[in-house]
């Protein structure tokens, strides 16, 4: 399993736009080989951001950079740049992060 996660902080007052955006966008992530689930998820909000992330679980790393290459990844991401309001979006640019597991624990697992 691979876990690619970016994080956004978003401007106060540009919540709602930043959630209608990601709601209508249209992903192709169902059309690629080894993804399993994507969430958008909102975290703290401080004084000058809020905070969230955008969540895919893939089989395996390699499914998830045979996406961020594919003919979809291009597609979905066209039109990120045409989203330009009077206050900007973001407080500087998405910070992407990838995990592999290393310990995994599923409800039913047996203690130790």
Same mark, same amino acid.
């Given at each position: =399993?691979? &876990?690619? =996660? ?12 930043? +959630?209608? &955006? ?5 992903? !192709? ?6 993804? &399993? ?14 905070? !969230? ?43 992407? +992060? ?15």
């Amino acid at each position: =399993m691979f &876990i690619a =996660m970016n994080r956004f902080k978003v401007t106060p007052g540009q919540e709602a736009e930043f +959630e209608r &955006i990601w709601r209508e966008r249209k992903s !192709y992530l169902n059309t690629m080989p080894g993804f &399993i689930e994507f969430h958008l998820l909102k975290g703290p909000k401080k004084e000058d951001h809020s905070l !969230y992330s955008s969540h895919t679980t893939w089989a395996t790393k390699q499914d998830f950079e045979n996406w961020t290459n594919s003919e979809g990844f291009r597609a979905a991401h066209a039109r990120a740049g045409e989203h330009k309001p009077a206050v900007p979006m973001y407080l500087g640019h998405p910070e992407f +992060e990838g995990f592999e597991p290393v310990l995994t624990e599923r409800k039913g697992d047996k203690a130790a």
